[in-house]
């Protein structure tokens, strides 16, 4: 059983920057398939970027050249860098965690999730 714990989320005012964070409880973040996802109230869980063993990345086109993830294997922590947040940036963000090295896109292929962690932007 992997855990996974997010951190970072807050409310910010729209441009500002935020950072979350994924701690798991093992090296997962080394050997699967990592990846955030986000879901706004009466809306479907979204994939939001993917990171898989070799570090490959992967972004929805409505965060591309906004968002950065990334993770340090030392720390088994994975990372959301998060610039130029829009108001429909708002949603709980996840952490998720693949059983696989390599990425599919979709929630279906995740089997280890965090709590989440809610980031609001304003206009």
């Known amino acids: 059983q992997v855990h996974l714990m997010e951190s970072g989320g807050g409310s910010v005012q729209a441009g500002w920057s935020l950072r979350l964070s994924c701690a798991a409880s093992?090296?997962?973040?080394?050997?699967?398939?990592m990846a955030w996802f986000r879901q706004a109230p009466g809306k479907e869980r979204e994939g939001v970027a993917t990171?898989?063993?070799?570090?490959?990345?992967r972004f929805a086109d409505s965060v591309k050249g906004r968002f950065t993830i990334s993770k340090d294997i030392a720390k088994n922590t994975l990372y959301l860098q998060m610039d130029s947040l829009k108001p429909e940036d708002t949603s709980m963000y996840y952490c998720?965690?693949?059983?696989?090295?390599?990425?599919?896109?979709?929630?279906?292929?995740?089997?280890?999730w965090g709590q989440g962690t809610q980031v609001t932007v304003s206009s």
């Open positions: 998720a965690a693949s059983n696989t090295y390599y990425c599919s896109w979709g929630p279906a292929s995740f089997i280890y």
């Open positions: 093992d090296s997962t973040v080394s050997i699967r398939c």
């Open positions: 990171i898989d063993g070799s570090g490959t990345r």
